[in-house]
């Protein structure tokens, strides 16, 4: 699929596989509700097209209008809040999508007990959704979606309004549940993304700044967002024959990552090492081959049972005991030393 | 600083007690005068005479009707004015709710140049063998006009309360709009149009202005209780009051279930939080 909405920056395409489940990252206000939403007819591009399996959801480009209208699509949404109907039992929300579907009364009843004992709720089913947890209103709502059979899946951060015990329960069961299944998940979690999802893309104001395999995004981030989740630092620059060369004129030495397409010199690359390869030093240290950055420190925080120490953009992990010898304080310049050897180059 | 009972802070200063309980004696003060000037030993009587009872039923009768009407008419345009886009709704729903701040007299005098027999339509009614003004259907009519507003402001509240989330949860399930509608949509505001109905029918049965202008005051045809009280008021003042405490007792019922409703309302309105599925981030 295809599509632009002008009138919020978004411009993006995407492909899924059969059985493919992706998952979408970014900041807030990213434009990854607006995917969504265009994905499931809620809301209309001003163009582009999208299908799914030869179906044809909407072809919005020059000369054409098509627009299949949402409940024809085969596109269930599991959003944030469950939003389970609350004037019907659990049990009657889970066979709404068969009854509109035209099956009748009885089969989608059964159907709908088949799919709730399937999310371990079976014995929910004469419940009214104001009687169940949070937790457990999102597993009946799983079962609703599922038992609408779509032909893919959106989950618009389906666990981001549970609390921190009903989260990896709800976690496993889409495991289980989006395997061989077509899904897009939006999701602000690196977890949900490593075990959920086979690809990730990244969405930054609105366009796709990052894609690729879970693993490989996560493991040689190109964008400060995908370095973020993967708590790596990230310097951008131009590929020299012995690392990167930043647009400030700035040289960082590394080592050309193997599994990354090696990449020529004066093309656009960035160097990645993570916070704990970074030495933090109250003088300029020399020796070979390393980086030595001055920088001005900006933050301290707990990390762990490290303190991260933030500065010039970059962050660095000492231990509580070293923060103290250097006497470290938001404002103090220091220097930043990192070995060549735990520098990643690759081509952005 | 004010405690309410409930612990919560409310910030209400005492002096708006003060007007409040006055605000609520100009409501009290006439309907108490009123029922001091009752002639309860002809109470019973008064109220049960043949043109009494025959007003009475009228009222109750021509008042079901038109709020069947408000909600046939009201519910679809509650929902376009709630749910849908266009160019000139704003304008629409000016009109729809005039007749709450128009003098059901101007009210009479329009549904009169509209279906009476020089009338816009009821020219070509009248050529159809329907004659309108000054019959049943004339009251019905004059009562949907001036209650309509009621249903749909109230109607228009609950679907906006209730948002759009619910039902484009249920269009991507593959529920079909009339399905949304249906099992969905109107459930969902159910107690917003059962009060919304309540308080048309209510409207409905005060109706006199518009009622007498349009469709008269015929004994058994038109005269519904507020036309006769008026006519009572001339000629026996024991009658009119009776009447008139009649007219109140059946308001204070209305009424009273209209609130009872409402607590409902807010049950259901609780339980949908947020808004994030109508696409915006």
Redesign the interface.
Known sequence: MQATVDA?GFDVGLELGPGETVAVMGP??A????LL?VI????RPDSGRAEIDGKVLFNLDAGASVWT?????????L???P?L????SALENVA??P???GTPKKTARESARKWLAAVDAGELGARR??ELSGGQAQRVAVA??LA?N?EML?L?EPMAALDIHAAPLLRRLLKKVLAGRRAVIITHDVLDALMLADRVIVLEGGRITEAGPTRQVLQRPRSRFAAGLSGLNLIPGTLTAAGIRTAEGMEVAGHQDEEAAPGDAGQPGVAAFPPSAVSVFLNDAHGSPRNSFRVTVTDLEQHGDQIRVRAGGMSADVTPAASADLGLVPGMDVYFVIKAAAVAVYPA | MQQSRAGGYHGIPCWIYAVAAAGALFVLLPLAAMAARVNWPQFIPLVTSESSLTALGLSLRTSAASTALCIVFGVPLALVLARSRFRGQQLLRAFVLLPLVLPPVVGGIALLYTFGRQGLLGRSLEAAGLQIAFSTTAVVLAQTFVALPFLVVSLEGALRTAGE??E??????????T??LR??TV??V?PGLASGAVLSFARSLGEFGATLTFAGSLQGVTRTLPLEIYLQRETDADAAVALSLVLVAVAVTVVGLTYRRHGQTGR?SA????A??????
């Not at chain 1, 434009?31 to 607006?34: D, E, H, L, P, Q």
């Not at chain 1, 109907?85 to 019907?88: A, E, R, S, T, Y």
């Not at chain 2, 994030?276 to 981030?281: H, M, P, S, T, V």
């Open positions: 919020r807030n206000g434009g990854k509700s607006t939403s499931a007819g809620l809301l209208a949402p409940h024809h699509r085969g596109t269930a949404l959003a944030q809040e939003l109907f609350p004037h019907l709404f999508g009854r509109s579907a959704p104001a609703r979606a609408a779509p959106l618009d | 989330r619910f484009a949860v249920a269009a991507t399930l593959g529920a079909r709009p399905t949304v099992r969905v459930p969902l159910l259901a339980a949908s939080p947020g994030r599925l109508d696409g915006r981030q």
